[in-house]
């Protein structure tokens, strides 16, 4: 199964999007007739007016069946909108792009699938209507015309729907549609500006924080920043500050007020919150709060990490206008997903056993072209097959944990440690000394010690300059081989004891 790629206008795509504010909102009759409607003259047991996001699709309206949320990766409608024409797939099981799409191999059974793409007046495709069935089902070039035909008028009554939510709004109309132009145009590159910056080789915090920067500029907050909760501690850092904010009011947001205030409402909190009026929260006595947005963003190590906006007492505008909220939303779910992708690629280089780096992991930083020297240096824990034959592979593997564990600490920030597989272990460091290499890996295998007595290593070390990175590998492992040969025949000889 193949995800459909991204458009190349995906960031203006989804401003587009939310300029319609349509997402997770309830069911409204003038969708659900559509619906029917489409059901009814292409003859199809399903119809669904579905919108695609950033990640996912979700459904407004639909005809037999329920829920049609499900990821991005899985969308029909995601490839739907790739063209401007509809889109039918007359056998999903012959289609390589579906024939292991979840909808097809389970529920709802989709065999035949049919979209026409939500084109706004903008040109950008936000969305389908489409109809499925779980048989084949033929459809004729006036049936695909009688679904692009009912598709426009989806299209015509979100924009109708649009201009009503916009009659509400009290400021005077071409001011505001001007102000809202350049509004839109800063979000949209506020935005891009975050998924640039979420591309970059940064620290997940750091990350964040940058993107909590362009978040506050384009959402004209007073505050906007990252809130680190650890067990019962919350620290606000700052990423976008106001100049009207006094020092004694940042004082007070980067102290404990702002984690005191939110805490008994973040458990449970899925999706954003944002309040115009952070009084409704009930907070105890006086605050310069006056508009508060908070939304999980994730984890990183054992920190809970929050995206955090305020307005204080004195803000010219007071609440949220409906794209900043979009804005918001779009933010958070963009630095979810980046902190869950970055996390998952964290562990897909860690070690299950050890917690250290493992072998792909060393692959991929080997096959990084670096003009910096660097020393690789190999250990192999020797006795291993003696403590697993002696007191079982739980024993072992607590021995490669203390070992693993102690190494690490021991290379430090200098280096990193790397299990390459079974008993080996790998370094890769700053040229140094190799004595103080030896000593680190020696006080790894003191600590094994204590576990088993009969623990030991042998360690081989290349230096880059010697060769490319197989070279280098084969080089260490032939001088670590080297030295468990001597150690052997020593051994042997009764020259060596230990």
């Known amino acids: 199964m193949t995800g459909a790629p991204t458009l190349p206008d995906e960031s203006a795509r989804l401003m587009a999007l939310a300029y319609y504010g349509i997402l997770d909102t309830p069911r409204e009759p003038q969708f659900d007739r559509i619906a029917r409607l489409a059901a009814s ?9 579905n919108f695609v996001d950033q990640f996912r699709q979700w459904g407004k309206a639909s005809v037999g069946v329920g829920d049609t949320t499900a990821p991005r990766a899985d969308s029909f409608c995601a490839w739907t909108i790739q063209q401007d024409q509809p889109l039918v797939v007359p056998n999903a099981h ?44 033929p459809l004729t070039p006036q049936d695909l015309q009688a679904l692009q035909d009912l598709a426009d008028i989806v299209v ?42 979420l591309s970059l080789d940064l620290e997940p915090q750091d990350a964040l924080l940058a993107a909590a920067a362009l978040l506050g500029e384009a959402m004209h907050s007073d505050v906007t920043g990252l809130l680190v909760i650890h067990g019962d501690e919350g620290v606000l850092s700052v990423g976008h500050l106001h100049p009207r904010v006094q020092p004694e009011q940042r004082a007070a947001l980067e102290g404990d007020e702002l984690f005191r205030l939110l805490r008994p409402h973040l458990p449970g909190t899925e999706r954003p919150t944002l309040l115009d009026d952070a009084q409704a929260l009930g907070l105890p006595g006086p ?16 920190q809970t990490l929050w995206l955090v906006a305020a307005r204080l007492n004195g803000h010219p505008q007071g609440g949220w206008r409906a794209a900043e909220r979009s804005l918001f939303e779009a933010a958070a779910r963009s630095l979810r997903a980046s902190l869950d992708h970055r996390q998952a690629r964290a562990w897909a280089r860690r070690d299950v056993l050890t917690g250290v780096l493992n072998r792909r992991a060393l692959e991929q930083d080997l096959a990084q072209p670096s003009a910096v020297p660097f020393m690789l240096v190999m250990a192999d824990v020797d006795g291993l097959k003696a403590v697993n034959d002696v007191g079982g592979h739980a024993q072992g593997d607590k021995l490669l944990r203390v070992f693993a564990a102690t190494l690490a600490a021991e290379v430090g920030s200098a280096g990193q440690v790397y299990r390459y597989g079974g008993d080996e272990f790998v370094v890769l460091t700053a040229p140094t000394n190799e004595e103080l290499l030896l000593d680190q890996v020696d006080t790894a295998v003191l600590a094994a010690r204590q576990l088993a007595p009969q623990a030991g290593a042998s360690v081989g070390v290349a230096h880059s300059q010697e060769g490319e990175p197989q070279t280098l590998l084969r080089l260490a492992d032939e001088r670590m081989y080297a030295v468990k040969r001597r150690r052997m025949a020593l051994r042997q000889s009764g020259e060596l004891t230990s």
């Open 287 to 302: 605050t310069d709060l006056q508009a508060l947005a908070w939304a999980s963003v994730g984890m990183d190590a054992d």
């Open 41 to 49: 003259i292409l003859k199809t047991p399903v119809a669904v007016i």
């Open 94 to 137: 012959l289609d390589p792009r579906f024939a292991q799409n979840p909808m097809v191999t389970g529920e709802p059974n989709v065999h035949m699938y049919a979209g026409a793409p939500l084109v706004m007046p903008s040109g950008h495709r936000i969305g389908t209507l489409c109809v499925t069935d779980t048989q084949p089902h």
């Open 156 to 197: 015509t009554e979100l924009e109708l729907r649009a201009y009503q939510q916009r009659l509400t709004l009290s400021l005077d109309a071409q001011r505001e549609h001007s102000a809202e132009l350049q509004r839109s145009l800063a979000q949209s590159q506020a935005l891009d500006g975050i998924s640039q910056l």
